[in-house]
């Protein structure tokens, strides 16, 4: 099964070569930069690995969108630019879709830092994405080509894109969550506060299950880098 990792970046400078080294080591058959206009040197250090660079509008959303139009393999890892995956997850990813049974899923998720606040933080994240079936995109979502296309790819929303889409890939095939872990940055956590960033998260997953327009919901999270 051939596999695309698609990255979203936008001023991604300071990650961008850790994860690349890291994906590199996993031998995935396409890497797909997906850049939404950065300033930095985003795009100097991606032209460092053997990417395909594209660009488009900003919003995360539409640059996924952008790299899996681009994308040739039957299996789509949308991965963010401050998150890794071990070679044992990546490896039972591939085996599980290669079954033919599932649609699509996620990881596990684990915020690299040594606080014990942002590890229960993750162990509740990992509840809650098992109890609700609700996986967000830094659990790396990975999904087959075809399923993709057949749901019109993700809406152009400006946040909570990964909620939705999760949401409907469900309704096509059995989806499958890994216990296997995205090891994601706390940089956000770090610079807002555990609690504050803990808080505004989870008002606003919860606002948007219920129906609050996700325009309103993106002046609550600023963009930051």
């Not at 100097?44 to 990417?51: F, L, N, T």
């Not at 946040?159 to 890939?169: H, S, W």
Request: hydrophobic share 40%; glycine share 8%; with cysteine.
């Amino acid at each position: 099964m051939k596999v695309s990792v698609i990255i979203p970046t936008l001023n991604e400078a300071s990650s961008l070569a850790r994860t690349l080294d890291h994906l590199l080591l996993l031998e995935p058959e396409e890497i797909i930069i997906s850049d939404g206009g950065s300033s930095d040197d985003t795009r100097e250090i991606a032209e460092r690995y053997p990417v395909h660079w594209v660009t488009g509008p900003s919003g995360r959303a539409c640059q996924m969108n952008t790299g899996a139009s681009e994308a040739t393999g039957e299996l789509l890892l949308f991965l963010h630019a401050d998150t890794v995956l071990d070679r044992a997850g990546y490896c039972q990813m591939k085996a599980s879709m290669r079954e033919g049974s599932w649609v699509g899923g996620a990881f596990s998720l684990r915020i690299v830092s040594p606080q014990k606040s942002l590890r229960l933080i993750s162990h509740l994240a990992n509840f809650r994405a098992r109890a609700l079936k609700l996986a967000y995109g830094d659990q790396a979502i990975f999904v087959t080509a075809k399923t993709f296309n057949q749901l019109d790819g993700f809406q152009p929303l400006p946040i909570c894109e990964d909620l939705d889409f999760y949401k409907r890939l469900q309704s096509e095939g059995k989806v499958l969550l890994l216990r296997h872990k995205a090891n994601t940055s706390a940089r956000r956590w770090e610079h807002d506060g555990v609690f504050f960033c803990t808080l505004r998260n989870t008002l606003i997953a919860g606002a948007f299950l219920l129906g609050c327009s996700p325009r309103i919901l993106s002046r609550w999270y600023p963009p930051r880098r």
